[in-house]
Structure formats: C-alpha cells, structure tokens
C-alpha cells in the first residue's frame, strides 16, 4: 500500500549469501520499520563483492529511508562506507573526533593482546573516515553507526553483529532525521494480533468471513513457530474498517491471543510474567538439547527470573542430575508422560524454583516406533499449583521438532504464568 514514505533495508556480508549464515538484520529492521507504519519495499541481500554492493546501495539511496547493516569494520572487504561515498558522489573525510575515540579503543585492545599500536592504526583511520556530511550515532567495539542525508534520502549504517545493530539502532531512532522520516508513515495505522493454538488457514478463513480487505486496510497473516502474526495496516479512512477485523479476529479467537501490539517473543513475556509474579523458573530438557534454556537466556536480565536448566539426555543423565525414578524410565520410556512430568519436578527441587518446564521426545530422524513415533513430545509444567503434562505430536525434521517443541514449552509456561496466582516459593517452603 502507498505511504508518504518508501524504505529500503540493505543487508551485506558475503557469509550470508553464501549460507554460512542466517540474516537476522534484515528481519529485524523490517519489522521495527513495520512497527513504526513504513513496511519496507524491499530487503536487498548482497555480498561484499564491489560491484554488487554498488548496485544495492544506489537503489537503496533512491528511497526515503535506507537501512544498511554490515561491512563497517577495519578490514579490506569492509567496504560499505566507501561504496556509499561513491555512490553518493562525496568525498571521505576524516572525523577527527571520532579517530580519537576508536584510537582511544584500539590502543587499549593492542596493549591487552600484547601488539604494537601501529597493527590497529591503518583501521582506526579507515573506520573514523566518513562520507562528507555523515554523523556518527555511535561505536560497537570500534565499529561507528552512521548517518547521512542526502537529497530527500535518510541513510543509516549499522553494524553487522545483530546485538551489535539492535543497540545502535535505538541511537538512531533519537535522531531528528529519522524521527521526521518516520513521522511521515505515523498516520499509517499498524495492529498486530498475535494467537497461539489456531492454524494459518483457520485465521485466514475468519477473515475471508469477516470481509477481508478493503480499499484503504492491507492484513498480512504469517506463521512463526507456531503462533501465527497478523498485522493489520489502515490508511486514513480506513480506521473503522481495520477495527471491523480486529473485533471479528478476537471474537473468533479470543482464547488463542496471547498479545496485542507487542512485539516482544514469547520467551520475554514468560520472563516478565515470571519477574511480575515474583516467581523463580528451571526448565529441564532431553530432546531440545537446552534451546529453551538458550531462549530464555538470550533476554537481558532473565537472571532476575530464570535459576538455570538440566539437559538430561540419556537415561542415566535422567536419574543422577533430576532423580526421575528407574521405575517410571523402565515402564514408560524415557519419552513419556510420566517421564517428562518427573524431569519438571526433578529440576524444580533441585533448582528451589517456583516453576519449571520439562521437555522429552523424539526429534528424529531415527528412534520412532509405531507406538511412539519421531516427533513426539511430552511437555510437562510443574507450579506449587500442580503440574500439567501435554502430549503432541510435531511434524517435520530434527530442526523443525525441535525448535516446535521449543516454542510449545514457552507457550505452556507463559499459560500457567497466566493462569497462577500462586506467590513465590519462600525460605524452607
């Protein structure tokens, strides 16, 4: 649909074109752009090949705003900043300020590692030159997020390390520049609904029903892990016609709708549910080999809730670090109801949480019986309220049970989060 504005994410490195590596910039921009009413009309992904970084920068300069991640560090094949001088037809300046800042850095990273200064400096100098008129928003390491204006262009550089560009991204969300480029798409209305439980076509369905689009409303329905996103666009006059929908959509899901305009992960939600509610979480885990564990973590501050994890995958492992009892791995398996409800009271007492998530199954290729099937997985959810054990049986590869199996467990634990009112564990309790 049309906006006041048109952006353009240029995302670069020569690892990823070549599968080395999964982009996670190129999602990430996209949709903080999305969330701000100005969905990009494009993700360009490029090596570091001269001529094909040219080719992408030169269209991402026509658009009002152009987002690049990647290529700013010291090195010969770290070429974006030159390129966009090129491009743009400005010349490289030395940002003397700037050197004595990334100076300031590199002699203190040659003195730890025992190497003369003179190994950075070349980099240093590199780094601090600038395409005339460009400003820095900030280093990550030695690497500076950039910005420039050029005609009715807004250009902003950003690092390749996804931590590294999602820090630096909130600098240039403070900058005037970028502030009036994303005032020009605030009039775009943007709701997301977001459910846990129905399929993609089921959602689809109830908005065919309800009328789907109009002139003025885009909806946009995408599955993630198993939650399925719907983001609703309304272009001025079209507010009334994207409330219809949004109305419709609750009504017909209400019980599934797990967030409203929140564009946090599941795995967050657990951690602030949990944090809010004064709990403490453990998970406990067999088949997923610690990605919820690593899920978890991956949010800054999930210390604050999160107590640890047992990955426990033979039987053995079972017994000695989560005292899951021979009896039920001899008469139920290691995947099985009972074995996945006794891994969550294992790693709750021995952790001294108030909550704990177990996970066991078989994620394949091999090991699947006719009883038991690859793909099948128990997961089991253990409060002071009691505990909740929940079959499924998951379809795709070793990758795609796994990372199902993950997100199923996230799921359960945000539910019972929800659902407690029980306080938290204290001393001797």
């Not at 199954?361 to 929940?390: D, Q």
């Not at 199923?408 to 204290?426: E, I, W, Y």
Request: hydrophobic share 40%; net charge negative.
């Amino acid at each position: 649909m049309p906006t006041n504005a048109r952006a353009v994410v240029v995302v670069t490195g020569s690892e990823l074109v070549r599968g080395d590596r999964r982009d996670a910039n190129g999602p990430f921009l996209a949709t903080q752009l999305s969330g701000r009413g100005l969905e990009p009309a494009r993700i360009l992904l490029v090596g570091d090949r001269p001529e094909e970084l040219t080719a992408a920068l030169a269209e991402g300069v026509e658009a009002d705003f152009c987002l690049v991640s990647g290529g700013l560090g010291p090195t010969h094949d770290d070429r974006t900043v030159e390129t966009l001088a090129t491009v743009t037809g400005r010349a490289l300046v030395v940002d003397e300020d700037l050197e004595r800042e990334i100076e300031r850095i590199s002699r203190g990273v040659a003195e730890r590692l025992g190497r003369p200064y003179a190994d950075f400096s070349a980099g240093v100098t590199k780094q601090a030159s600038l395409p005339e008129g460009a400003v820095s928003l900030g280093l990550a390491g030695t690497a500076p997020a950039l910005l420039l204006e050029h005609h009715r262009s807004v250009i902003v550089l950003l690092p390749g390390p996804p931590s590294e560009l999602r820090r630096l991204w909130a600098n240039a969300l403070e900058h005037p520049a970028v502030k009036a480029v994303l005032a020009r798409a605030a009039g775009r209305v943007h709701r997301v609904l977001r459910f846990f439980g129905p399929s993609e076509s089921a959602v689809a369905s109830s908005l065919a029903e309800a009328g789907g689009e109009l002139d003025g409303v885009e909806v946009t329905v995408c599955a993630r892990d198993l939650e399925i996103h719907v983001d609703i666009f309304a272009e001025a006059g079209g507010e009334d016609r994207a409330e219809d929908l949004d109305e419709a959509l609750r009504a017909s899901f209400l019980d599934s709708l797990f967030a409203v305009d929140d564009e946090r992960a599941v795995e967050e939600l657990v951690l602030e549910s949990t944090r809010v509610a004064g709990l403490t979480l453990a998970t406990a885990e067999s088949c997923t080999g610690g990605l919820v564990g690593a899920r978890l973590t991956d949010v800054p501050g999930a210390s604050q809730a999160y107590l640890g994890g047992v990955i426990a995958y033979s039987d053995k492992a079972k017994r000695a670090e989560l005292d899951v009892p021979e009896k039920i791995l001899l008469n139920h398996g290691a995947v099985s109801e009972e074995t996945a409800a006794a891994m969550a009271a294992g790693a709750r007492r021995r952790f001294e949480a108030d909550v704990a998530v177990a996970v066991t199954g078989i994620a394949g290729p091999g090991g699947g019986t006719p009883e038991k099937p690859v793909g099948l997985v128990f997961i089991s959810v253990e409060s002071p309220e009691g505990a909740s054990t929940r079959r499924f049986e998951l379809p795709g590869d070793r990758e795609a049970v796994r990372s199902r199996a993950t997100g199923l467990a996230l799921h359960m634990l945000r539910r019972v989060l929800a659902q407690s009112g029980t306080p938290a564990r204290t001393s001797g309790s």
